[in-house]
């Protein structure tokens, strides 16, 4: 399986250089790279023998079914965007190695029928919602968002189309009641496995999400002739209400809320010159955290400090909210499948939860969902020095044999 390994990272550093920049990784929602990712799997797929499709929201789909399988079907899957000056595996490698599974399972002559997705969507970079394709997987996507428009103003719609897709056929992207479940295979993206020297884990469950965007409004004026004390700066309200809001989840995360998370990881600022007060500063806001009430209390009060702030300062104030995730368990039984197959390969059997998001948590509202994490060299990960080591990704298709063995008899 040497190979097979070698093979799933080459492709993962070749798909990382189709990329809508020069010279870093980035690939949002349907861009124009996504095409030749599309062409790279389907041929890998299709030498397999699998059949390839691609849904109305740019799934890629690839359906392997051997003779004497039994009609329902397991899938796997991880996805192809990416965050911008992206590494090579969040999400491509989990792609890969669900094709690299179905190799195992055509060499075993396994009965088992199999689907691989390369979700079109899942970090929310285009359109400030993430899990796109898993939505419409699950036949949760929302058609009101077919309306919303990216950072050049192209909606939802207009971006499907132009990538040769029918908004109109998003409904029969959903998965019937013909799955047994779902396996998702990711980077741990995070330092916990390389610290304990292990080369896998089952995930427990993933962590809950809140998202949103807000937006303070002053006045833009010139910077040289406008006193301090008669500014409505738009950009120092959003830097007083980030910082209050670093303050106060360090300490939550060391008191009330042991690990609580939160980030603004975007502003945008109008008109963004050194000699103009700022009149406008949209910025991002994610809270992470497995309890729902306290998610939502920090939200409420910090939306409230943002509001204290916007009037103190004479400035206006807007907010929405772009998700609102629960935290979401992986199931028993197919964990319990997973951990079998890590231990069958002589690995200690460890479990962990995720702090990042995965297709995974959308898909478990559906179907029976379990994921297994690889180690992220450095727990680097959303950067360009994001890494896996072969013999990891080796021991991940170990886990496969066992894991689809195993499923293989459970089904037949
Ligand atoms: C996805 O990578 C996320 O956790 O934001
Ligand atoms: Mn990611
Ligand atoms: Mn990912």
Redesign the pocket.
Known sequence: MKAQAERAIADCRRIARMTEEPGRTTRRFLTEPTHAVHALLRERMEALGMKVSVDAMGNLRGRWRPNGAQAKRLVLGSHIDT?PDAGAF?GVLGVMLAIEWVGIARELRLPLAIEVIAFSE???MRYGV?FLGSRAVTGTFDAAMLKWRDADGVTMDAAMRAFGLNPAKIKAAAIGDDVIGFVELHIE?GPVLEAEGLPVAVVEGIMGQTRLNLRFTGQANHAGTTPMRLRRDALAAAADWITKVEKQIRKAAVTTDPGIVATVGRITVEPNAGNVIAGSAEVSFEIRYGSSAARHRWTKKLVADAKAIAKRRGIGFEWEQKLDQQTVRMDRGLSTMLKSAVKACGYPVRSMPSG???DAMVMAARVPTAMLFLRSPGGIS?HPTESVLESDVLTSLHVGREFLLRMAKAVG
Do not use: I, L, T, Y
């Open positions: 965050v969040d899942e970090e929310g993430p993206q990042a998001g995965h959303h």
